[in-house]
């Protein structure tokens, strides 16, 4: 005859996965009724004599003992009560106590409801830590800036004094804008916003030659997240610090129309790369070409002025561009990096997704997604010439390394029939960012998956973006500053050169990557936070918070100045790194940012209602806020 069993997963009940513990009456009366005893007491009368006397003694213990099992918290008084009054008890329970089911090590990790206690407590009470960290890294290199360089395009840390390299509009003030509001660092929002309503609109009345795609990507993006994020849109946030929200869209529509002279004046949809502000006209670039990604990397801009401002001008003049690289040819969906103003047509054949080509295949999928859910069949094409471009990403430009098969993307300078270069500027790290949005339109990979959202090529677009952002962070770690050369090359069978290693010769991937003399140097770029802080947030994987830390570790440690600001470096394979004397605005307005988005909740600036341009100020998605 099979045994009972020694409990009954019916009787088990949780609260918040706490055991609810069974009174000691039911304790025992289970054990008789559930067992042997039972059957063999009962089927004599001496046996039943001697059920009914233990029954009765029972019964009296339970009158004259108080419970010792009231709650599942007791005092240590209790616990002596137990101790003494129990034993009986204890005697005659032939069942072991009922647990909670037990959990597999990844259960427990993925189970939110068994996460609950002081160890996630602690988890959450380090990323706060290091968030604050690096709230305080934005606060000492706004403070040398402001001491030093305030209303200058950026600071000379070392020199202690300001540099204008960017048409003089004080491009770190509006660049750090919105960070600073994210961060609720609300002095700092006070000064940069005071500076902005006094000074800015005298400067684009004033200033000379500027350049298009960094005047609209720094200035007129800042100034527009920071409309949103003050409450300009729905006209009034009573917390918010500086001035009124209509003040940075006025002052930005008012760029916006001396930039739009640079469309006009163009014989072509594909815009003149320089605009003169004080006179509103505009000429190309000496060369007379444009670069592709500055003149595909406006559109998110002008499209939320036209949404906010209610003018549709701005966004019509920036959509012809798209509207017209739409009908050239490419190559598997990629394009070269010049295009002529003069002809509208592609020039040369150079194919790379570092400068002068990263942006173009950023924006084709967050002008898209920009639009939300009034996604229209005539803007189809963008997501299209994505999904396009990305399997000419797969096929022509990744390859793997040796002898660690770091995975990377190469280079065509001679287009898809010429020879292949496996050189990869760190501007390309944008890219696994990238690539795992457009696979999950910004919502995480777990909830994508149980919906059946993911097709087979954002499936495989999300692994290649892990694989790239792993290359990414060994750019950082194979140097002996643990920070990225602006440029690196893979060793293949086809490519290899000696004694140009990173100089950590601890790393796995020394063999791997190649460092060029001149293409050592770090600018404090944004490109591979940007995507771990992506990646975290679509994959939830703590690993890409660890390299972030990682990273900012080596920020501080090399690239900060004791009396303010942050400054870019000479050399990342040799210690100590020699410094280069700037800080670009892109620190303060991306990588800072960044971070601090990295290490914060994902319920901040959330990637399914906000799409961030190639400067990483947010602007929501039209629908969703």
């Given at each position: 005859?099979s045994?009972?069993?020694p409990?009954?997963?019916?009787d088990?009940?949780?609260?918040?996965a706490?055991f609810r513990?069974r009174?000691?009456?039911k304790?025992i009366?289970?054990?008789?009724?559930?067992?042997?005893i039972?059957?063999?007491?009962?089927?004599?009368s001496?046996?039943?004599?001697l059920?009914l006397?233990?029954?009765?003694?029972?019964?009296?213990?339970?009158l004259t003992?108080?419970s010792p099992?009231q709650?599942?918290?007791r005092?240590?008084?209790?616990y002596?009560?137990?101790n003494?009054s129990?034993r009986f008890?204890?005697?005659?329970?032939?069942?072991?106590?009922r647990l909670?089911?037990?959990?597999?090590?990844?259960e427990?990790?993925?189970?939110?409801?068994f996460?609950?206690g002081?160890?996630?407590?602690n988890?959450?009470?380090?990323?706060?830590?290091?968030q604050?960290?690096?709230?305080?890294?934005?606060?000492?290199?706004?403070s040398?800036?402001?001491?030093?360089a305030m209303g200058?395009?950026?600071?000379q840390?070392?020199?202690?004094?300001g540099?204008?390299?960017?048409?003089?509009l004080?491009a770190?003030?509006?660049?750090?804008?919105?960070?600073?509001?994210?961060?609720?660092?609300?002095d700092?929002?006070s000064?940069?916003?005071?500076w902005i309503?006094?000074?800015?609109l005298?400067?684009i009345?004033?200033?000379?030659?500027?350049n298009?795609?960094?005047?609209t990507i720094?200035v007129?993006?800042?100034?527009l997240s920071a409309y949103?994020?003050?409450?300009g849109?729905?006209?009034m946030?009573?917390?918010?610090k500086?001035?009124?929200p209509?003040v940075y869209l006025?002052?930005?529509?008012k760029l916006?129309?001396r930039l739009?002279?640079?469309?006009?004046?163009?014989?072509?949809?594909?815009?003149?790369s320089d605009?003169?502000?004080?006179?509103?006209?505009?000429?190309?670039a000496?060369?007379?070409?444009s670069?592709?990604?500055?003149?595909?990397t406006l559109?998110?801009?002008f499209?939320?002025?036209?949404t906010v401002?209610?003018?549709?001008?701005?966004?019509?003049?920036?959509?012809k561009?798209?509207e017209?690289?739409?009908?050239?040819?490419?190559?598997?969906?990629?394009?070269?990096?010049?295009?002529s103003?003069?002809?509208?047509?592609?020039?040369?054949e150079?194919?790379?997704?570092?400068?002068?080509?990263?942006?173009?295949?950023?924006?084709?999928i967050?002008?898209?997604l920009?639009?939300g859910?009034?996604h229209?069949s005539?803007l189809?094409?963008?997501?299209?010439m994505?999904e396009?471009?990305?399997?000419g990403v797969?096929?022509?430009l990744?390859?793997?390394?040796?002898p660690?098969?770091l995975?990377?993307?190469?280079e065509?300078?001679y287009?898809s029939?010429?020879?292949?270069?496996?050189?990869?500027d760190?501007?390309?790290?944008?890219?696994?960012?990238?690539?795992?949005?457009?696979?999950?339109?910004?919502?995480?990979?777990?909830?994508?998956?149980?919906?059946n959202?993911?097709?087979f090529e954002?499936?495989?677009?999300?692994?290649?973006?892990?694989?790239?952002?792993?290359t990414?962070?060994e750019?950082?770690?194979?140097t002996?500053t643990?920070l990225s050369?602006?440029i690196a090359?893979?060793?293949?069978?086809?490519?290899?050169?000696g004694s140009?290693d990173?100089?950590?010769?601890?790393s796995?991937?020394?063999?791997?990557?190649?460092i060029?003399?001149?293409?050592r140097h770090?600018?404090l770029?944004?490109?591979?936070?940007?995507?771990?802080f992506?990646l975290?947030?679509?994959t939830?994987d703590p690993?890409?918070?660890e390299?972030?830390?990682?990273?900012?570790?080596?920020?501080?440690?090399?690239?900060k100045?004791?009396?303010?600001?942050?400054?870019?470096?000479?050399?990342?394979?040799?210690?100590?790194?020699?410094?280069?004397?700037?800080?670009?605005?892109?620190?303060l307005?991306e990588t800072?940012?960044?971070?601090?988005?990295?290490?914060?909740?994902s319920s901040?600036?959330?990637?399914?209602?906000?799409?961030?341009?190639?400067?990483?100020h947010?602007?929501?998605i039209?629908?969703?806020?």
């Open positions: 005859m045994k009972n069993l409990y009954s997963m019916k088990v009940h949780y609260d918040n706490k513990p009174s000691f009456f304790v009366t289970q054990s008789l009724f559930t067992s042997n039972k059957r063999d007491c009962t089927s004599c001496t046996g039943k004599f059920l006397l233990l029954i009765f003694g029972l019964m009296y213990a339970m003992h108080k099992i709650s599942g918290i005092t240590t008084e209790e002596k009560s137990v003494t129990s008890g204890r005697f005659w329970r032939r069942k072991p106590p909670p089911p037990r959990l597999t090590p990844d427990k990790v993925g189970n939110n409801s996460n609950r002081p160890k996630l407590t988890v959450g009470s380090k990323w706060m830590d290091r604050r960290d690096v709230k305080e890294a934005f606060i000492h290199a706004w040398g800036y402001k001491k030093y200058y395009d950026e600071l840390p070392l020199s202690k004094i540099t204008d390299g960017l048409g003089g004080g770190t003030v509006v660049d750090a804008l919105d960070t600073a509001m994210i961060m609720s660092a609300d700092i929002v000064e940069a916003g005071s309503e006094t000074h800015l005298d400067r009345s004033q200033k000379g030659q500027v298009l795609f960094e005047t720094r007129l993006g800042g100034l949103h994020l003050s409450g849109e729905q006209e946030n009573p917390t918010a500086g001035p009124r209509i006025d002052i930005a529509k916006a129309d739009l002279t640079a469309f006009t004046s163009s014989p072509t949809p594909i815009p003149f605009v003169v502000l004080r006179d509103s006209t505009a000429h190309p000496p060369d007379g070409l670069s592709t990604s500055e003149v595909s559109q998110l801009e499209n939320y002025l036209s401002s209610g003018d549709p001008k701005y966004s019509m003049e920036a959509m561009v798209l017209h690289l739409k009908t050239l040819p490419k190559v598997e969906g990629l394009v070269p990096i010049y295009i103003p003069h002809s509208g047509e592609f020039n040369g150079n194919i790379r997704l570092g400068s002068r080509g990263d942006s173009y295949y950023e924006y084709l967050k002008v898209w920009q639009q859910t009034t229209s005539n189809t094409y963008l997501h299209d994505y396009e471009a990305m399997k797969r096929h022509l990744v390859r793997k390394s040796i660690s098969g995975v990377f993307v190469g065509l300078p287009g029939t010429g020879s292949y270069s496996p050189k990869m760190h501007l390309v790290c944008f890219l696994p960012g990238t690539l795992a949005l457009g696979a999950t339109k910004g919502i995480t990979k777990e909830k994508a998956m149980k919906d959202l993911l097709t954002d499936l495989e677009n999300l692994k290649l973006a892990e694989d790239l952002a792993k990414c962070f750019m950082y770690s194979v002996s643990g050369p602006e090359y893979f060793h293949t069978q086809e490519y290899y050169e140009l990173g100089g950590n010769k601890s796995e991937y020394l063999n791997d990557i190649i060029k003399h001149a293409d770090n600018l770029r944004p490109e591979t936070v940007e995507s771990l992506v975290y947030r679509i939830e690993k890409y918070r390299w972030g830390w990682q990273i900012f570790e080596a920020f501080e440690k090399y690239t100045v004791d009396s303010g600001g942050y400054t870019s470096l000479d050399d990342v394979t040799m210690l100590p790194p020699h410094r280069r004397d700037k800080m670009e605005t892109f620190f307005g800072l940012k960044y971070l601090y988005l990295l290490f914060g909740d901040v600036i959330p990637l399914d209602q906000f799409v961030f341009n190639s400067e990483a947010p602007f929501p039209r629908g969703t806020i």
